[in-house]
């Protein structure tokens, strides 16, 4: 189905000559016989307003022949009855065609009117209003490129077809290549965690798009740029395209991000861009993955065949913690669904623990932890390692344990959207052209945020030199410079951008996964030997693969030039940065060796790090208050760009209901969440 003229009746015949299938075309092989004259007829007699009454009622004694392909009307889908008796029938494919290929068509085709046209109308204004019908009934999309051939239209709707039929499957990071075991995304936004210990990733190749598919999302919205990206993972079984309209909508509404943008891109100077990634709710980046994540794992839910309630269990180095509560608080009523996080107590800013700690609902457990994130993650995983500890969950409780922070596969797909929609903006603002390459710096701890801008590279964006960002714990610079990932005499150290204060950084085994095509057994061996013996090497080829094939290149920051920077690009632009913005700035100025544009991903709003914020622009802090109140007013009156947070001033205010504080041992962390649901 699409719009008349975008080449549905060729495309069926293409299709029918190409699969051997016997195709009819609606108008043609149906309509005219049942009513035993021309449709132009037929319009004629009953007029435009009765004729999708008429045509609808004919649609619906309409029977497809099994196996066959139908070309419908442009038409059809207006009479919502009609479309949907059809839809039961098969599999409904949106020809969708740029408008103008359409209005050139028709207007060489000498159309001047279209079924539903009003006097005053033009073509195009027809053609906006069908377009929200097509968008109603279709399982699968073929986004057409500008001026492509019926041919090519073709070939690419037999693909979509063949993909539906074998759709992506997901495997552990450390399964044998041989004997995958294949899971969907329904089963993997559920788990988290494989059950070996390793993190579920794509099993075929990622989905892509030309660049003259990603051209036809230039001038999108960021909500419609989501909604094609994900059509490409997620299969309509799982969720229609509809449905996951729908809650990206919803995600992405004004209520949740300040920005109309959503991610705007703003120029900082000269060749740098700002990814102002803290519009969302608690001000930081993984509000972009944790507003839409929930409702994906809702939709999970409903299609679970038994009646298991879940425990999402979050460590947090600071942000993902607020993110999570946050977005599963918005859930509809779901009584199946529980969220606890751990915190690094001594480890994060003040008003990073006031998001968490205020937050007041009997279906949310928050807790510090007197250790540090790695000492939290690391006993999550173990926890859901054990299989001990899982099956009395379940025993007892009826309880499954899951994940919501970027081990979990459906919190890192659409982190993909937003860097792709980056390298967008940067088109349709005219700073490249389609298919012109730039730079990414990223900073980086868990490996999350950096693995998404190389996901979209896979799926198309030309992304060229990626730069991984460190403060202190500045491991990551040593593993890729060496190839020597050694945590025997680290100490993680408490800085000023404590979402990056992490020396296990979990998603490198997902990038290193990628690295070696799929090496399962060799990512397992890595792996397990860094929980056994704190230390594994790479060989020195796959350094090289990193470094040449992958443009990855890695750099840290220390405390004393994080400050200097805050305060300098302050001083000279007026933009007051975050440390963790800070970090990618500082390393971005010194690897920026090309004319190509940088493009640096501001991760949190400055006003999450008041105290330290204050501090790098040596202003004097206020008298000690215990909401931090007064530091974060000092900011208000400084900064103009980017504009001040009025969530995080009301956050603060408000008093502290989680008050446990454990230590980081295993045992203690698997008795307050047997509490915990015990309680429920």
């Not at 009622?57 to 009307?73: E, H, Y």
């Not at 408008?99 to 028709?106: G, K, N, S, V």
Request: aromatic share 8%.
């Amino acid at each position: 189905m699409g719009s008349p003229g975008c080449g549905k009746t060729t495309t069926g015949q293409l299709l029918s000559a190409r699969l051997g299938r016997p195709v009819t075309d609606i108008d043609d092989d149906f309509l005219e016989p049942y009513w035993g004259m021309p449709v132009a007829h037929k319009l004629s007699l009953v007029g435009n307003k009765m004729f999708i009454q008429e045509e609808g009622s004919a649609l619906l004694k309409f029977q497809a022949n099994p196996g066959s392909i139908v070309s419908l009307t442009g038409s059809n889908p207006l009479h919502s009855e009609a479309m949907d008796h059809v839809a039961r029938s098969g599999l409904v494919i949106f020809v969708d065609v740029h408008y103008e290929d359409i209005l050139q068509r028709l207007h060489k085709m000498k159309v001047d009117r279209l079924v539903t046209h009003r006097e005053g109308q033009s073509i195009a204004d027809v053609l906006q209003y069908r377009r929200s019908f097509y968008e109603k009934a279709y399982d699968l999309r073929a986004l057409c490129e500008r001026f492509e051939s019926v041919e090519s239209v073709t070939t690419k709707i037999d693909r979509l077809v063949q993909n539906f039929s074998s759709p992506m499957n997901y495997a552990s990071t450390r399964s044998d290549s041989d004997g995958k075991a294949i899971h969907h995304f329904q089963d993997v936004i559920l788990r988290g965690l494989a059950e070996d210990g390793g993190l579920f990733v794509p099993g075929k190749e990622f989905p892509s798009l030309t660049w003259g598919e990603w051209s036809r999302l230039v001038e999108l919205s960021f909500q419609e740029r989501a909604l094609l990206i994900l059509e490409r993972w997620l299969h309509p079984d799982f969720v229609r395209p509809q449905t996951l309209s729908a809650i990206i909508d919803k995600a992405y509404s004004r209520s949740n991000f300040s920005s109309e943008d959503v991610i705007p891109i703003v120029k900082l100077e000269e060749n740098q861009y700002l990814m102002e990634t803290f519009h969302g709710p608690t001000a930081s980046f993984k509000d972009a993955a944790l507003q839409i994540m929930p409702q994906l794992f809702e939709q999970a839910i409903t299609k679970e065949t038994n009646s298991a309630r879940y425990l999402i269990l979050v460590a947090t180095s600071g942000d993902t913690g607020s993110a999570v509560l946050d977005g599963f608080s918005k859930l509809s009523g779901n009584s199946n669904v529980r969220v606890m996080v751990l915190y690094p107590e001594h480890g994060i800013s003040s008003v990073q623990k006031a998001l968490m700690t205020s937050v007041d609902s009997d279906s949310v457990k928050v807790i510090g932890v007197d250790g540090d994130f790695d000492s939290c993650q690391s006993a999550i995983k173990a926890i859901f390692r054990s299989q001990s500890v899982n099956e009395r969950l379940m025993d007892a409780y009826n309880i499954k344990l899951s994940a919501a922070n970027s081990i979990n596969w459906g919190r890192l797909l659409p982190q993909v959207v937003y860097h792709a929609s980056a390298y967008l903006d940067l088109v349709r603002q005219g700073v490249i052209g389609m298919g012109d390459e730039c730079d990414v710096c990223i900073p980086t701890g868990n490996f999350g945020n950096i693995l998404a801008a190389f996901y979209a590279r896979e799926m198309g964006i030309p992304y060229k030199m990626f730069i991984c960002a460190s403060n202190v714990n500045n491991i990551l610079t040593e593993f890729f410079q060496t190839g020597i990932y050694d945590l025997r005499q680290r100490k993680l150290q408490v800085s000023t951008s404590p979402a990056i204060d992490i020396l296990k950084s979990s998603n490198l085994e997902r990038f290193l996964h990628l690295v070696t095509g799929g090496d399962g057994p060799m990512i397992k061996n890595w792996f397990e030997g860094l929980h056994k013996d704190g230390i594994f090497k790479v060989p020195n080829e796959v350094l090289e693969t990193i470094s040449d094939k992958f443009n990855l290149v890695s750099d840290w920051c220390s405390e004393e030039q994080c400050a200097k920077t805050i305060r300098t690009v302050f001083k000279e632009t007026g933009y007051l940065l975050d440390p963790h913005t800070s970090i990618a700035k500082t390393v971005a100025d010194r690897q920026t060796t090309s004319e190509r544009p940088m493009i640096i991903c501001s991760t949190a709003h400055y006003g999450k790090f008041p105290e330290d914020v204050s501090r790098a622009l040596q202003l004097p802090l206020p008298a000690e208050n215990d909401d931090c109140s007064g530091v974060l007013q000092q900011l208000k009156t400084v900064s103009a760009l980017p504009s001040f947070n009025q969530g995080l001033e009301s956050a603060v205010k408000k008093p502290r209901v989680h008050n446990s504080v454990i230590s980081d041992d295993m045992k203690n962390i698997t008795r307050e969440i047997e509490t915990f649901c015990a309680e429920w």
